[in-house]
């Protein structure tokens, strides 16, 4: 392997790494997120007494409303996690090329 292609195998490495973190750090700012929707939308998605609070709502009928924030940020985690899987793959196929060159 070339001092260029060193280079070029580390910065894809970095590249790679920063996505990764860029997926985890997304991941954990969705959990306050959609846990700020959930108990906005007074739902039991993401609620830690899911079963107690399940029960009453199949015994009282209750239907929760939909959160707007909860959708927004949904639409935006999907357009997000879409990018962040192809700059993966990407990463991925230029490593793989790297090392099936030589």
């Known amino acids: 392997m070339t001092i ?13 790494f920063a996505l990764e973190w860029a997926t985890l750090g997304w991941n954990v700012a969705g959990i306050a997120v959609l846990a700020v929707a ?5 739902s039991v998605a993401l609620a ?5 609070q399940s029960t009453v709502v199949l015994a009282t009928g209750y239907h929760p409303r939909h959160s707007v924030l ?4 949904t639409a935006i985690t999907a357009a997000a996690m879409f990018a ?3 700059g ?4 991925g196929t230029a490593l793989d090329g790297i090392f099936t060159s030589h």
């Not at 260029?4 to 790679?16: F, K, S, V």
């Not at 959930?38 to 007074?42: C, E, L």
């Open 4 to 16: 260029t292609d060193e280079r070029t195998r580390q910065a894809l490495i970095r590249r790679g």
């Open 38 to 42: 959930a108990v906005t939308a007074r």
């Open 48 to 52: 830690v007494y899911l079963l107690i």
């Open 70 to 73: 909860g959708i927004t940020w």
């Open 84 to 86: 962040l899987a192809t």
């Open 88 to 91: 993966k793959a990407r990463t």
